[in-house]
């Protein structure tokens, strides 16, 4: 009994297996543990588990409709440009595969509290981005999609040059990603 429990506590060496005891994976375990910078509650985290609501957020650096072309110039955030048909028969299916693929790239899951506000679906329409996103059902006037513009100095703003919300300045930078930050009273 009591090499059992000296074997429990600080592990057993038999032939080529090692098996670490009780205060072996403590310390392992202390190790591991973050020390340093602020943690968030596990309910104000967001997992891929969590039950938290979240709206798709497409995040662009320009966006300008062609009405003689009849496409949309969507600028993504690397700088590169691309050209969305209003009408579907413009592309093959594989080009529609390979472009949903690269704005799908572009998305960024929002809390509804953090994300700009919703377009109106007729608009989205106009720009074609049917095409690509589910935009909600056609009963509803507002879209599921949200769509957010980056400037060069990285501030977030709607489509219409508004600031995305009035409780907090919206960044995107590239090494960073999104961040928000409470404005000050």
């Given at each position: 009994m009591a090499r059992w429990l000296h074997e429990l506590e600080h592990g057993s060496q038999r032939g080529q297996q090692k098996r670490p005891g009780r205060q072996s994976l403590q310390r392992l375990a202390q190790a591991s543990l973050a020390t340093v910078g602020q943690t968030q509650s596990d309910v104000a985290a967001s997992t891929r588990?969590?039950?938290?609501?979240?709206?798709?957020?497409?995040?662009?650096?320009?966006?300008?409709?062609?009405?003689?072309?009849?496409?949309?110039?969507?600028t993504l955030l690397d700088g590169s440009c691309v050209q969305l048909p209003v009408q579907r028969h413009k592309l093959t299916p594989a080009g529609w595969r390979e472009?949903?693929?690269?704005?799908?790239?572009?998305?960024?899951?929002?809390?509804?509290?953090?994300?700009?506000?919703?377009?109106?679906?007729?608009?989205?329409?106009?720009?074609?981005?049917?095409?690509?996103?589910?935009?909600?059902h056609p009963a509803y006037e507002d879209a599921l999609l949200?769509?957010?513009?980056?400037?060069?100095?990285g501030c977030i703003t709607t489509l219409d040059g508004q600031a995305a919300s009035?409780?907090?300045?919206?960044?995107?930078?590239?090494?960073?990603?999104?961040?928000?930050?409470k404005q000050k009273d």
């Open positions: 588990y969590s039950e938290q609501d979240t709206l798709d957020t497409l995040l662009l650096r320009r966006l300008r409709f062609c009405p003689e072309q009849q496409l949309t110039e969507l472009l949903s693929i690269r704005l799908q790239k572009q998305l960024l899951g929002l809390r509804p509290s953090l994300a700009p506000p919703a377009c109106e679906r007729s608009r989205l329409e106009k720009l074609g981005l049917q095409q690509v996103f589910h935009l909600g949200r769509v957010a513009l980056v400037d060069d100095a009035g409780r907090y300045e919206h960044h995107y930078r590239d090494d960073l990603g999104y961040q928000h930050v």
